[in-house]
């Protein structure tokens, strides 16, 4: 009913307006990771959903750098990767995201791609796991003590 609602709201050429922002910020945000040398892009995203990594610093450490920031993208495993889903509100902050993007990247190079703390560690963590039916029970503990109540 909601997506009725916004459909009869904004229009189809609205609908339309708001695609078209959304994939043209989703290819400058491909353009601007592709253009960081070390950093890659998964595949060739037809759509506004696509996941990146980098040969040269531990990209779940960028992760949390990017956090610091203020920025909250979704982290992948198998391979590791860093996940974004763009929309028309993204347009906005675009140039900025690439900005600290950079910055961040910058920061981590030179450093040991396995010399990560926090999320980071987490994650890494993870991945190497044998069996991928020990990380559910290992995230659920680790849920549970972060959001404890004393």
Known sequence: ?????????????????????TMET???????IKSIDGMRIFGEPDMSVFAFDSEKVNI????DELQKKGYFL???????????IV???????????????KECYQALLGKPK?????????????????DRSQAYQLV???????????
Do not use: C
């Open 1 to 21: 009913a909601s997506a009725w609602a916004v459909m009869k709201y904004i229009g189809e050429q609205g609908y339309i307006e708001l695609a078209k922002i």
């Open 26 to 32: 989703a290819q400058k945000l491909i353009n601007g």
């Open 60 to 63: 779940y450490a960028l992760g």
């Open 74 to 84: 979704d982290r992948q495993q198998l391979p590791p990767a860093l996940h974004l």
């Open 87 to 101: 929309t028309a509100n993204h347009q906005k902050y675009a140039d900025e995201f690439l900005k600290d993007l």
């Open 114 to 130: 396995e010399d990560i703390s926090g999320m980071a560690a987490l994650y890494g963590m993870l991945g190497t796991l044998p």
């Open 140 to 150: 659920l503990n680790f849920l549970n003590d972060l959001f404890k109540v004393k």
